[in-house]
Every structure is written in C-alpha cells, then in structure tokens.
C-alpha cells in the first residue's frame, strides 16, 4: 500500500513538473524580461515563495514546516546572491548565475503550483527545495545554513531553549542570533553547527500555532587579501539568514465530560376551565359546582395558583370550595329578577367565568450532567471517575486552533484517544505529544 502511495506522488509531481517544464527555457525566458535587473529577479522570487509560503502554512504537518524553512533558507540565499551582483542586468551575469536564476524561477513555478493544488506531496518538495538551495553560486567557503532546530518549540516556562543551526563553514568567526526582538547567547560552534540559548519568553504562542522571527548572522570567509580588496568594493563580511521558529501552545485545549444520569426534574402546566351557569326563565335561585382535577396522578395542584374570571353575572356569586392538591370546585349561584306572574316580566341570574391555574410533578428524566472540565495538556492522561447509574457519556475537546469536537465513544485520531472503560466506569482522554499531530498534519 506504501509503495503505492509513493508511486502516486511521485506521478503527481512528475505530471507538474513536465506541465511546467515542457515548454523548455521558452516559459522560462518569458518570466525573465528582456533586460531584467538582478534586483527585479530578486523581488520576482521573493514574491513567488512569499505566495507559496502562505498556502505552506496552511497545511500544518512536520514536513510543511520543513518545507517553510527550506523556502525561506532558498530566499535568504537568494537575496545573498542578489546582494553581490547588486546594480547589474541578467545580460551581464556569466552563465553559472543566469542558470542560477533560471533555475530558481522554474523551480519555485513548479513548487507554487504543487503546493496551491494541495497535491499532499510535501516530502518530495522538501527534497526539490533543497536541491535549488544546493545549486546556489555559493563562493569558496561560504557559510551554507540547511537546518535549524528545533522544528518547533512549546511555549513552556523554561529560562532557555536550545537553538541548534546545521549547515557548512559556519565558523569564520562571530555568529549571532536574534528570535523575536531577543538576542540569543552563542554557546558552542563549529563548522557544521551553530548552537544558541535563547530566552523562552520570546517563544510565545498567541492564541494558536505561531512563527517567531528568527535572524541568523555568520561571519563570510574571506582571505587577508580579499578582506582588504572586498572591504573597498562594500563587500559584506556578514552573511545574513531569514527564518523562524514555530511555536505551539503549552495546552492542546480544554475539555469536558458529561454523563447521561437519570434525574428528577420538577416540571410546571399551566391548565384553564369554565365554570358557572345561566338560570332557566321562572326558575328563582339555581346554584352550580364546576369540579376541577389535576391531568394525571402524578400531577399536583398548586392551590395558591388558583385564580377566577368572571366573564358573564347577573345576581349572581361564586367561591372555592374543597380547595387541595387533588382538586377543587368553582360554587356558583344565581337568582332570577321578576316575577312570571300574568302581565310580568321574568329575568334570568347569571354567573359564570374562568379558572386558570398550575400544576407540578416530578418526573424522572435522562437528562446531560457535567462530570469535570479542565485543560488538556500535552501527553498527560486525563482519568475521570463516572457516576454509577451513568446510562451514556459524552467528552468535548476545544482544542487551541478554535475547533470543537464532540466524542460519544472510545475513540482515537492524531490529537487524542477517548477510551470508556465500562466495568470500571472510568472515561480516560489520553492527549498526544505535539510530535504525534505534526506527523500526521494539523487537520484531526
């Protein structure tokens, strides 16, 4: 399955390149302008591994991050060539730098191209930006940067962190190194490596993954003769180096766990009804009883919620009676006015109106209750007890880039494991180390 997989990426990359390289040096020269100067080339590239380190930093995977500092040691060599051709035309340069420069704008075509259509082929890319940065012109030995350690760094209280440069001939002399706005203490060097500690307070991640500046100086070599010819033509006798340092929150996010836990929940109705009556004609006095029960058993009257409307009266009156949880009666009376006697005139009594009132219960419910919340840190097991009579459970993680997942099950991805011991009743979030997420990309 692996060498499949290879197989396919080194297709995808190889249909780039041929669709990009098939026209020959034609499509190059196109990007080179007739008379170009050296400066213009210099801000053409830039602008081309400035487009690809956007779209570099949206994958988030370990190799992308190698690929970002790959990119930005091609730039930093670049501007270095840049610098000592400074004020001529690609038509002066000898040959080894016009391949030079149509070699860079070919390459970083084919790697903006690769790296915008997210062909998932980083691993290959690292290797063709570290081929492009192994042709610069470099002179008789001069500093070379191909590394810098480590990869990230977690924004943790440590008073130091060590800084490691890897490359060739970087020991002609003074190096420095400055991350942030921190310069950092030299404390071993040699021509293949450079180590540095640098104040953990400037490795701070602002509310997600960041990248702090990171500008390396190195000593050029240079000749007792060619110090004194160079020193008169501005040569420089530092060589400078553009990079950064990723850095990752101390927490991978917060979390928390319910449990589906039977409860008893009070819950309120709110019920109406008429009451009342109307007399027949030559009737006198009539009273009526209106009896009032709760919905159910398990529901209760709430005998001070009782209120009555009248809505229609005429001699008429009405009051409570038997008033308790279980029920209650609307009484009401009313009397006729006249007579029906020959040659009189009879007027029916009226009383009736409205009752509206609550009632409560008890019912037992499954109802989400929260267990425990807290930080997740890196790599450290978070073991949390559940409740006996806990019928499911469920764990949300809001992890330090914004997202929020929702877990209801022993799970696993690159970020974190959920395992749901039932016999135990234990619920166990296992973090990853920021190893783990980086291998696999940032998008579990």
């Not at 400074?86 to 030079?100: E, M, V």
């Not at 319910?258 to 004609?281: A, D, F, I, S």
């Not at 008890?362 to 007890?385: H, P, Q, T």
């Amino acid at each position: 399955m692996r060498r499949q997989m290879l197989s396919s990426t080194l297709l995808i990359i190889f249909l780039l390149v041929c669709s990009l390289a098939g026209a020959g040096q034609n499509e190059v020269k196109e990007l080179i302008v007739v008379d170009a100067t050296v400066k213009g080339l210099v801000e053409k590239i830039d602008t081309s591994i400035s487009n690809t380190l956007n779209d570099v930093n949206k994958i988030g995977s370990e190799k992308s991050i190698e690929l970002r500092m790959g990119l930005m040691i091609l730039l930093s060599e670049v501007e270095n060539v840049g610098d000592r051709l400074s004020g001529k035309r690609f038509t002066d340069l000898d040959s080894s730098h016009k391949h030079f420069f149509e070699n860079i704008l070919r390459g970083m075509a084919e790697v903006e191209v690769a790296v915008a259509r997210g062909a998932g082929i980083e691993d290959v890319l690292v290797n063709h930006v570290e081929q492009l940065v192994k042709n610069v012109p470099f002179e008789k030995n001069e500093p070379q940067l191909r590394r810098v350690l480590p990869v990230y760094v977690v924004d943790i209280d440590a008073h130091k962190v060590r800084v490691i440069i890897k490359g060739r001939s970087l020991n002609h002399g003074k190096a420095s190194l400055n991350v942030g706005d921190s310069s950092c203490d030299l404390v071993s060097r040699s021509d293949p490596k450079l180590e540095f500690l640098c104040d953990s307070k400037v490795f701070t991640a602002a509310g997600g993954v960041s990248y702090v500046s990171a500008n390396l100086g190195v000593t050029n070599y240079m000749s007792q003769w060619e110090r004194l010819s160079k020193a008169f033509a501005g040569a420089k006798s530092v060589k400078q180096y553009r990079t950064s340092i990723l850095v990752i929150p101390r927490e991978l996010g917060t979390y928390k766990i319910y449990g589906m836990l039977k409860k008893t929940q009070r819950e309120y109705k709110v019920r109406k009804g008429t009451w009342g009556h109307k007399n027949p004609y030559c009737w006198g006095s009539e009273s009526s009883e209106a009896n009032f029960k709760p919905a159910s058993k398990e529901w209760k009257i709430q005998v001070d919620s009782i209120k009555t409307q009248v809505t229609k009266s005429k001699k008429g009156s009405h009051k409570l009676l038997n008033v308790s949880e279980e029920g209650f009666q609307v009484y009401a009376k009313a009397r006729n006015i006249g007579s029906c006697y020959t040659g009189s005139k009879d007027s029916p009594g009226v009383r009736m109106g409205t009752v509206a009132w609550k009632e409560q219960r008890d019912a037992v419910v499954n109802k989400w209750v929260s267990i425990a919340e807290g930080r997740v840190l890196w790599g450290k097991d978070i073991v949390n007890k559940m409740p006996s009579g806990m019928t499911r459970f469920k764990v949300t993680i809001k992890k330090f880039d914004g997202r929020t997942n929702t877990i209801k099950s022993s799970s696993k991805n690159s970020w974190y494991s959920i395992l749901h011991d039932k016999k135990n009743k234990i619920v166990t979030i296992s973090p990853a180390y920021p190893d783990d997420i980086f291998r696999h990309g940032l998008g579990g």
